[in-house]
């Protein structure tokens, strides 16, 4: 008789984090993996946003916070909101919880009920689907490809939007292609979502700041679908905090009391020195921070170089990312092919390929909704990334 149930039986393990895993055993090993697989800035916490944590240790907040956030933090990110974004969310509609992750989770298990339609656009983070499963709802999956920069268009929501969808679920800077969109399509989309007011959008916008394009859109900005929105976002990347466990949602009233209810028996706050050091990092302007310039510059550098070295690769097809810090090249031209032990058959096969014998570690496009494409990371040096794609290419090339 099984023992666990059917939830967790039905549940996959995140695939970012399995490679991660992998590559981390391989080195304990003794074995040289470079692993672009985890999405990660390689960059330490801004010293202000440090010190901020030190004085919250200091000046003894190590109680028990309220459980959508201290109520200065929340007035901050309301600030930045408006600062960043020309979004209008009070504090009451604002939840901070342990991570963007659980904000989305949070969202979807407040909203959907089983056998609700969830709508993701493929290519998507690896959660989205498996959090959906847990609501035990049914995912509608949109496909997009390379051609179109892996962006769903206003119409192929339309044709997929039906009387049970309840949510659809979107990045932007994406994660895993580091696309965009630009005003005028999520004004299209807006246009789409004012016929369907039983739907709702989880907009996330973790990679905000890593945009190479110019000021971030977001879809929340058009007054006539703003109670439509949940807008999910976090510290993580845009400052270098992912160990601090930060994540919020600005939301109508009535889905953030609700996230709060449900945070109020799942975990209660997230931890008291981490609210505080964020406040530091909302009152950081990004148009005039140096550390967020300065991080922005330098994936920037990392993005031209490594497009430059995907682009030397043969039968590589590969778009230049316009935000976060990942590429996405379709791949599939290698299928079919061998080498040793190894035939290639799928992104898994080719991720593991490279994995074991160029000793790199990426993630298979297949765990984004899209197996023809395999997840690059460029969180790391150029140094590494140089010798990376060096390796792959000659991993790549000997395959018949």
């Not at 200091?58 to 930045?80: F, M």
């Not at 109670?227 to 905090?241: D, L, P, R, S, Y």
């Not at 919020?248 to 028996?265: D, E, S, T, Y």
Request: contains cysteine; charged residues 25%.
């Amino acid at each position: 008789m099984e023992i666990l149930a059917d939830r967790i039986l039905q549940m996959s393990e995140s695939e970012t984090l399995a490679m991660t895993r992998i590559a981390r055993e391989l080195k304990a090993q003794g074995k040289d993996v470079i692993s672009l697989s985890i999405g990660e800035p390689d960059f330490n916490t801004p010293e202000i946003i440090k010190e901020a944590g030190k004085k919250a240790i200091d000046d003894n907040y190590t109680h028990y916070p309220p459980v959508p956030g201290y109520a200065d933090l929340r007035e901050a990110i309301s600030k930045k909101f408006k600062r960043d974004n020309n979004l209008d969310y009070k504090p009451e509609q604002i939840v901070v919880s342990t991570g963007a992750k659980q904000s989305i989770f949070q969202t979807v298990m407040a909203l959907v009920n089983p056998g609700d339609e969830v709508i993701i656009p493929a290519p998507y983070w690896v959660s989205y689907k498996e959090i959906v499963k847990v609501a035990e709802a049914k995912t509608v999956f949109i496909e997009t490809n390379l051609e179109n920069n892996f962006k769903v268009t206003a119409k192929q929501l339309e044709e997929h939007i039906t009387p049970k969808t309840k949510l659809i679920m979107f990045s932007s800077p994406s994660n895993p292609t580091g696309m965009l969109y630009t005003k005028e399509e999520l004004k299209s989309i807006a246009d789409v979502l004012v016929k369907h007011p039983h739907v709702f959008v989880m907009a996330d916008e973790i990679y905000e700041h890593i945009n190479f394009e110019g000021k971030h859109e977001s879809i929340a900005q058009f007054d006539y679908i703003k109670e439509q929105i949940i807008t999910v976002n976090g510290v993580a990347k845009g400052f270098a905090m992912t160990g601090w466990r930060i994540g919020f949602i600005g939301a109508p009233l009535k889905i953030a009391q609700a996230c709060n209810k449900l945070q109020g028996q799942v975990t209660s706050a997230t931890c008291s020195i981490a609210q505080r050091a964020t406040i530091s990092a909302m009152e950081l302007d990004p148009t005039k921070s140096k550390d967020i310039i300065n991080m922005r510059n330098k994936f920037l550098e990392r993005r031209d170089l490594m497009y430059k070295l995907l682009k030397e690769i043969p039968d590589i097809e590969v778009i230049l990312p316009q935000g976060a810090f990942y590429f996405f090249p379709k791949v599939n031209a290698y299928y079919g092919k061998s080498y040793g032990k190894y035939t290639i058959n799928n992104s898994n096969d080719l991720a593991m390929y490279l994995l074991y014998e160029a000793n790199v570690a990426l993630v298979p496009g297949v765990a984004f909704g899209d197996d023809n494409c395999i997840r690059f990371s460029y969180a790391t040096s150029n140094e590494l990334l140089i010798e990376a794609v060096r390796r792959i290419k000659e991993a790549l090339l000997q395959l018949k």
